[in-house]
T-cell receptor, first 112, second 112 residues
């Protein structure tokens, strides 16, 4: 099993550009999550999904959109990137909310 | 709402020293408690967990006990190794909240 994979690993964007981060999991998990990690802030939840076709907002959803068209994939979109979105983005998945979340290796995004 | 407070780092120890990283939490009901570890350049991975009061989670020589009376889940290891150098995150999951609530992380450096 690959677990949770993320693409790309690293990306540089200019302000105003758009991009999509892809997360895939092969564990048949219902729940998927997108977090961002910033120095001194821990991890903050951006959006999450409780199943195929569903999405919901987390703590810091502004400037991001998500889609869960297939159970195994969870996409995070930035429509118009801003320097404040420079961060490391982690995807995670779990069977149920109170159980272990499995994390991907992260995507490092730099917005100039 | 839920919150996690963990000891500020960085923590620097010599090999074979005793490690304690304090973690306290605020939550309604009976949350599950976790310690995640993040090695340099990688995503988070579960280190140990406990799902009810007085449970002890353990893995790789690390231990933590779920103390409801003191709302704590302190991480301990009797003899640290250089390979334990990483960032450690305390987290909780509970209530009707789907997300993991993370502490801000504690950077541990172990010197030979």
């Amino acid at each position: 099993n690959a677990g949770v994979t993320q693409t790309p690993k690293f990306r540089v964007l200019k302000t105003g550009q758009s991009m999509t981060l892809l997360c895939a999991q092969d564990m048949n998990h219902e729940y998927m999550y997108w977090y961002r990690q910033d120095p001194g802030m821990g991890l903050r939840l951006i959006h999450y999904s409780v199943g195929e076709g569903t999405t919901a907002k987390g703590e810091v959803p502004d400037g991001y959109n998500v889609s869960r068209l297939k159970k195994q994939n969870f996409l995070l979109g930035l429509e118009s990137a801003a320097p404040s979105q420079t961060s490391v983005y982690f995807c995670a998945s779990s069977y149920v909310p109170k159980e272990t979340q499995y994390f991907g290796p992260g995507t490092r995004l730099l917005v100039l | 709402g839920n919150s996690v407070t963990q000891m500020e780092g960085p923590v620097t120890l010599s090999e074979e020293a005793f490690l304690t990283i304090n973690c306290t939490y605020t939550a309604t009901g009976y949350p599950s408690l976790f310690w995640y570890v993040q090695y340099p350049g990688e995503g988070l991975q579960l280190l140990l967990k406990a799902t009810k009061a007085d449970d002890k989670g353990s893995n790789k020589g690390f231990e933590a006990t779920y103390r409801k009376e003191t709302t704590s889940f302190h991480l301990e290891k009797g003899s640290v190794q250089v390979s334990d150098s990483a960032v450690y995150f305390c987290a909780l999951s509970g209530g009707s909240n789907y997300k993991l609530t993370f502490g801000k992380g504690t950077l541990l450096t172990v010197n030979p």
